[in-house]
């Protein structure tokens, strides 16, 4: 069975500082990955994704993940937080096959920028 | 932006009332799914659907229902309330990609309480 393990329950970081939240996986086949955000009362939005090629892919407001297939890890990155960026980050992992049930979907980082 | 539409956004009912939560999406996905997520906690999946006519139980045990009668409609239903379904409610959906499944793409959640 797949899952998605995000370590980190919360993280605060000071406004301009680097991020990085970190993300694992245990599927048994190519993962399908993606990382979505959440503000408060809001549905998902969509980050970044990757499924095949190029390990580093680059999303929507500065974000970046890496998938390292040797470590089982698909981790989220931005260079520099905005405050706007405080919200609850969701990484998923689902099958490239057509199954409905397609995301799994870890537990959720917190993330808390201060001024 | 994803064409993906909740009504009501917030609803607050009595105990033993039927309610409907509508999804409705005009992006023409085959697939749409509805999931159910406490305050801060993780994404579980309650029902989804290949296509019209098609319905199946998620991860996990809810005790409302759903149907998909029309490709773009897929309502969520419980015939009686109680404090225990009070949650948020997101809908999502997804098209068949050429090499298996996209994205999902999410509404803005119906928060519902049972009082």
């Known amino acids: 069975a797949q899952s998605v393990t995000q370590p980190d329950i919360h993280i605060t970081v000071s406004e301009g500082a680097s991020l990085e939240l970190r993300c694992n996986y245990s599927?048994?086949?190519?993962?399908?990955l993606f990382w979505y955000v959440q503000s408060p009362g809001q549905g998902l939005q969509l980050l970044l994704k990757y499924f095949s090629g190029d390990t580093l892919v680059q999303g929507i407001k500065g974000f970046e993940a890496e998938f390292k297939r040797s470590q089982s890890s698909f981790n989220l990155r931005k260079p520099s937080v905005h405050w706007s960026d405080a919200a609850e980050y969701f990484c998923a992992v689902g099958p490239l096959s057509g199954s409905a049930r397609q995301l799994t979907f870890g537990s959720g980082t917190q993330l808390t920028v201060l001024p | 932006e994803a064409d993906i539409y909740q009504t009501p956004r917030y609803l607050v009912i009595g105990t033993g009332k039927k309610i409907t939560l509508e999804c409705s999406q005009t992006m023409g996905h085959d697939k749409m799914y509805w999931y159910q997520q406490d305050p801060g906690m993780e994404l579980h999946l309650i029902h989804y659907s290949y296509g019209v006519n098609s319905t199946e139980k998620g991860d996990l045990s809810s005790e409302s229902t759903v149907s998909r009668i029309r490709t773009e409609h897929f309502p969520l239903t419980l015939e009686s309330a109680r404090p225990s379904h009070t949650s948020q409610y997101l809908c999502?959906?997804?098209?068949?990609?050429?090499?298996?499944?996209?994205?999902?793409?999410f509404g803005q959640g119906t928060r519902l309480t049972v009082v």
């Open positions: 999502a959906s997804s098209a068949q990609g050429a090499r298996g499944n996209t994205e999902a793409f």
């Open positions: 599927y048994g086949a190519t993962p399908y």
